[in-house]
Each structure stands twice: as structure tokens, then as C-alpha cells.
């Protein structure tokens, strides 16, 4: 039997992540569960034959500090009502991530947002959904959102 009492919903500030996020909200409610939002993030690394440029101490600070004001947003604007709903911030691989978080808040369910990418945009871009799927141990929900 399903007994939900922690979902966490990773979202990337796209429109299909806002989708899974009140989707995750709902099916909390009616589980009496509590939702658990996190966004993690890499730094720019761009590697050339010769070297790599990497960001350096000021724009990595710009770059937190926006995925915090826009995971905040986003809790916000799902506040107040009868779910309690807490956020964490990560920075690193986004599917590593989520995987530590699940396992940290001892999360029943994870749902996420797929942009349902194919060809040459899913192999330079991975599939953060997928690798979710094929990592974790609990159960995973995913919300397609319409195609690029």
C-alpha cells in the first residue's frame, strides 16, 4: 500500500517543473504528506583543448544566489495553504543530487518534470529525469511537459 508522507519535486524554473511542483503539492494533500523542493545546480565549467575556463568566485555567487531567489519564488508562491513545504538548494550534478536529497529527507516519492528532449538536444543535454529513474530506490512520478 502507497503511504506517502514526504514527496520532493526537483524543478529547473521551466514550465514543465512549475507543472510537477503543483502536481507534487496536490497528491501531498491528499496523502497529508509534506513536499520537499529542491533545485541543484552546476557551475559553468567550459573545457578547450588547451585548458578550461571556470567561473570564477563572483559569478558562481550570482548563479547561487539566483537559483535561491527562484527557488524561493517558487515555494512562495505554493505557501499558505495545507501542505507544509520546505526547499533545499544544492550545488552539483543535478541527478547526483536529487538521488542524496531523496535519500537525506527520506522522500516515499519524487516527482519530476520531463522536457521530453530527443536526438542531438537529449545527448548534448542529458536527461536529468532518466538518470533519476535509473538511480534511485523509490518511486518516481514524471510530469512531460511539451516537447522542444
Known sequence: MLNLKRVLVAIDFT???DTAFDFAVQLAEKFGASVTAVHAFEIPVIGFPDGALVATADIASRIQ???RQGLDAAVKTRAGGAVKIDSILREGSPHE???AVAEQVHADLI???THGRRGLAR???GSVAENI???V???VLTIHGPRD
Do not use: C, D, F, N
Request: net charge neutral; hydrophobic share 50%.
Open 97 to 99: 543530487e536529487v538521488r
Open 123 to 125: 545527448a548534448l543535454l
Open 111 to 113: 516527482v519530476i518534470g
Open 65 to 67: 544566489e539566483a537559483a
Open 133 to 135: 529513474i535509473r538511480t
Open 15 to 17: 514550465e514543465t517543473s
Open 137 to 139: 530506490k523509490i518511486p
